[in-house]
T-cell receptor
Framework: GAGVSQTPSNKVTEKGKYVELRCDPI?????LYWYRQSLGQGPEFLIY????????DSGLPNDRFFAVRPEGSVSTLKIQRTERGDSAVYLC?????????????FGEGSRLTVL | AQSVTQLGSHVSVSEGALVLLRCNYS??????LFWYVQYPNQGLQLLLK??????LVKGINGFEAEFKKSETSFHLTKPSAHMSDAAEYFC????????????FGSGTRLQVQP
């Protein structure tokens, strides 16, 4: 596709369940980022991939959160034992070669609601 | 460490009036600075960026921002607001040290009154 694609657009789950959120970046973009945006807040950095490897995962809040990008393209954000506080919009972005002067292209986000 | 402060979570202007959205940053190294816009039900879109070249940066849709190191500011302006400018605007900073992440402000929602 032409832009960053995220699925699902909306996910409602129960406390304690496991969820996966998928991001399909722009073709050819080597850098991929996950952010989390809570209501009334700006996006908060979670993790950055350069190719297949996580170059910076310092934003992951705890070990319930994990992300992979096995082939250097599609990425999956995985959340175990979800809690109500995990409810937020999860944003994915990609860029041609990583930040610096490059532009990040964002998807529309996956809205997660934990009941 | 770096941070961004956006003064005013909501700004309302009349159509045709000046738009001024404030952003102050904190960074221990020369920063890269960005403004992003988020229209309803759309992804964040880059408006403009400062990367240590000209201090006055022009972006899309008639917006511009001026980097003022002495004031640690990067305010966003547009001379004449249009109804289509109604959106949420985010200022962001990167420290350029190789930690490849943006730190965003909490956003300012711009309303444009007819």
């Amino acid at each position: 596709g032409a832009g960053v694609s995220q699925t699902p657009s909306n996910k409602v789950t129960e406390k304690g369940k496991y969820v996966e959120l998928r991001c399909d970046p722009i073709s050819g973009h080597t850098a991929l980022y996950w952010y989390r945006q809570s209501l009334g807040q700006g996006p908060e950095f979670l993790i950055y991939f350069q190719g297949t490897g996580a170059a910076d995962d310092s934003g992951l809040p705890n070990d319930r959160f994990f992300a992979v990008r096995p082939e250097g393209s599609v990425s999956t954000l995985k959340i175990q034992r979800t809690e109500r506080g995990d409810s937020a919009v999860y944003l994915c972005a990609s860029s041609f070669s990583g930040l610096g002067t490059g532009e990040l292209f964002f998807g529309e986000g996956s809205r997660l609601t934990v009941l | 460490a770096q941070s961004v402060t956006q003064l005013g979570s909501h700004v309302s202007v009349s159509e045709g009036a000046l738009v001024l959205l404030r952003c102050n940053y904190s960074s221990s190294v020369p920063p890269y600075l960005f403004w992003y816009v988020q229209y309803p039900n759309q992804g964040l879109q880059l408006l403009l960026k400062y990367t240590s070249a000209a201090t006055l940066v022009k972006g899309i849709n008639g917006f511009e921002a001026e980097f003022k190191k002495s004031e640690t500011s990067f305010h966003l302006t547009k001379p004449s607001a249009h109804m289509s400018d109604a959106a949420e605007y985010f200022c962001a900073v990167s420290d350029g040290t190789g930690r490849r992440a943006l730190t965003f402000g909490s956003g300012t929602r711009l309303q444009v009154q007819p």
